[in-house]
């Protein structure tokens, strides 16, 4: 006999013992139905039976280690840029989140002050998350930022040429606040006053401006000089480690 035939059969009986009962028996009699209905659901004769789509509850989505330590490293470096001024921190390059997963900063609904970050798997569900408190992002990119940039921390001539008194005169502006950003393996996606952009990313960096915002680091190959509106020439942050740089 078919399972199908079999769980037709036992709907048709678990139905007459119930009419039955409900016709010819008092409270006990339906108390006798509902045990006699159990020993039948319960039997290893019936075959198990689902009706409608199986819920299956979410896997939990744990990061790889790899990529767990290097998210707790930029988190680590953020937070302890927090009140410094005009100095640089390094943290551990993000290679190792797998593909389409992204690490999302976006700014709180509640406090303006903090951001909220997500490590997003690439359907869209939370892998891990955290708050960052007293946090504003930056780029160094757009217009003439990352040229201007470049002249104040790596051009020596101008620094001798910009000399008024001993002192010399930044070149304004050299950093772009945005609103929010998001990161992946060697890319960084971000929102400016001009609207979305997406470039590689100089992994492993930071800044702190003298407001303590915190700046990431787009970067792209140019020809014609060491810096332009995508940002500062890859072979200016590849020589990173060899340029004195003040760290926070």
Not at 43 to 53: H, R
Not at 121 to 133: E, F, N, P, S, V
Not at 183 to 188: D, G, M, V
Not at 216 to 238: H, R
Request: proline content about 5%; some cysteine; aromatic content about 12%.
């Amino acid at each position: 006999m078919g399972k199908s035939i079999v769980i037709y059969w036992i709907i048709a009986l678990v139905a007459l013992i119930i009419i039955a009962g409900g016709l010819f028996s008092g409270k006990g009699g339906f108390n006798a139905i509902k045990e006699t209905v159990e020993n039948i659901k319960n039997s290893p004769l019936v075959p198990e039976i689902t009706i409608g789509a199986e819920t299956i509850p979410d896997q939990q989505l744990v990061l790889s280690t790899a990529a767990q330590q290097q998210v707790d490293s930029l988190r680590n470096a953020i937070t302890a840029m927090s009140g410094k001024k005009d100095c640089f921190m390094k943290y551990d390059v993000i290679t190792a989140l797998e593909e389409k997963q992204k690490i999302w900063f976006i700014p709180s609904t509640t406090n303006p002050a903090e951001f909220i970050v997500t490590v997003k798997h690439k359907d869209g569900r939370d892998m891990a998350r955290y708050t960052l408190i007293q946090f504003s992002p930056c780029v160094i990119a757009g217009g003439n930022v990352a040229s201007n940039f470049y002249d104040n921390f790596f051009n020596a001539a101008y620094y001798e040429r910009k000399k008024v008194n001993g002192v010399v005169i930044v070149q304004q502006p050299y950093y772009t606040p945005i609103y929010q950003l998001q990161l992946e393996n060697n890319r960084i996606l971000y929102d400016d006053d001009n609207g979305r952009k997406d470039s590689n990313v100089a992994q492993g960096w930071l800044y702190a401006t003298p407001e303590s915002s915190v700046c990431f680091f787009p970067v792209d190959s140019y020809w014609f000089g060491k810096a332009g509106a995508k940002g500062l020439d890859i072979s200016i942050t590849n020589n990173f480690p060899n340029a004195g740089l003040p760290m926070c």
